[in-house]
């Protein structure tokens, strides 16, 4: 079962930030929250990660609260381009130093004209 | 462009019939994955391969039947399909099935598969 929640969908204005909220409130101290996303019937891209620290990168912004229970994607300037299913997703340990991302429904991010 | 091809890029196939789906990373990685995304359902891990050893095989049905010949080439042989198994198949890789510090896996385009 994926460990992560999210709003089945969003809408945002093209131009504007897109915020995408996640809760992973059962968390372990040393997972890792992954952000993905998947474009109709496309392989998923990978955007960003992080373990407590915010990270940015040329995609996207990754806030995680000081608890870890949650974070927030952000799209600085959403184009139309970046319409998507947005997954989070937390890396799960499974046995000893293996570990598998374990996909939930995702966020459908529509971003309009 | 993420480093891994998949071919076919769709496929059609009756239930008698045996095809195989290939996969190909250029990123020098050595974990490789099968996953399964139906219509409306998250994606699913099928197999992986961490060193050309199937470490994972997630209860999957012996119909699919995976290969992986070398580091960077994985197959997903298939016989005698039913049309439930019709989906989106996906292949990923990743650095190092067993890494400790992030391993990201990139994924292929995937195969649209449909079965008659």
């Known amino acids: 079962d994926a460990k992560t929640t999210q709003p089945p969908s969003m809408d945002c204005a093209e131009g504007r930030a897109a915020n995408l909220p996640c809760n992973h409130s059962t968390i372990s101290g040393n997972e890792y929250v992954y952000w993905y996303r998947q474009i109709h019937s496309q392989g998923p891209q990978y955007i960003i990660h992080?373990?407590?620290n915010n990270e940015t990168n040329e995609m996207a912004s990754l806030i995680i609260t000081e608890d870890r229970k949650s974070s927030t994607l952000i799209l600085p300037h959403a184009t139309l381009r970046d319409t998507a299913v947005y997954y989070c997703?937390?890396?799960?340990?499974?046995?000893?130093?293996?570990?598998?991302?374990?996909f939930g429904q995702g966020t459908r991010l529509t971003i309009n004209p | 462009e993420t480093g891994v091809t998949q071919t076919p890029r769709h496929l059609v196939m009756g239930m008698t019939n045996k095809k195989s789906l290939k996969c190909e990373q250029h990123l020098g990685h050595n974990a490789m994955y099968w996953y399964k995304q139906s219509a409306k359902k998250p994606l699913e891990l099928m197999f992986v391969y961490n060193f050309k050893e199937q470490t994972e095989n997630n209860s999957v049905p012996s119909r699919f039947s995976p290969e992986c010949p070398n580091s960077s080439h994985l197959f997903l042989h298939l016989h005698t399909l039913q049309p439930e198994d019709s989906a989106l198949y996906l292949c990923?890789?990743?650095?190092?099935?067993?890494?400790?510090?992030?391993?990201?896996?990139?994924f292929g385009p995937g195969t649209r598969l449909t079965v008659l």
């Open positions: 990923a890789s990743s650095q190092d099935w067993f890494s400790e510090s992030p391993d990201t896996q990139y």
């Open positions: 992080g373990l407590k």
């Open positions: 997703i937390v890396r799960v340990s499974i046995i000893q130093g293996a570990q598998k991302l374990v």
